[in-house]
């Protein structure tokens, strides 16, 4: 996708690999997470029943629409995990606006 301003072409694109794994299907979004882009993890999110991990070690920027596309996901499947990786900018964002107590993040995928 991209989001066309006047005198300015920004490319904004959010790709999202889906994985079956045993223990749970595992996202890996990788991108921005935000209102350009939270229907495209919308999208690979809903069909998903039983445990689901994502994993936001990809994602580069993450918004508040990134956020409640997150929370949504969460609240329509309580088997939803998230886990941050090593991305600061996503950890903070999660944790400044509470949303990490709820959906109870992880720092790494377990092996």
Known sequence: MTLHLPGVTAPVELTVRATRRADAIHLAPVG?????????FE??????????VVDLSGVAFLSC????????AHQRN????????????????????????????????AA
């Open 32 to 40: 921005d997470l935000d209102a350009a882009t939270a229907h495209v």
């Open 43 to 52: 999208v690979a999110v809903a069909p998903l029943a039983g445990p689901v």
């Open 65 to 72: 629409a990134g956020v409640r596309a997150l929370l949504d």
């Open 78 to 109: 309580p088997q939803f995990t998230v886990v941050v990786g090593p991305a600061h900018a996503v950890r903070r964002c999660l944790s400044v606006t509470g949303a990490d107590e709820i959906l109870g993040v992880r720092e790494a995928v």
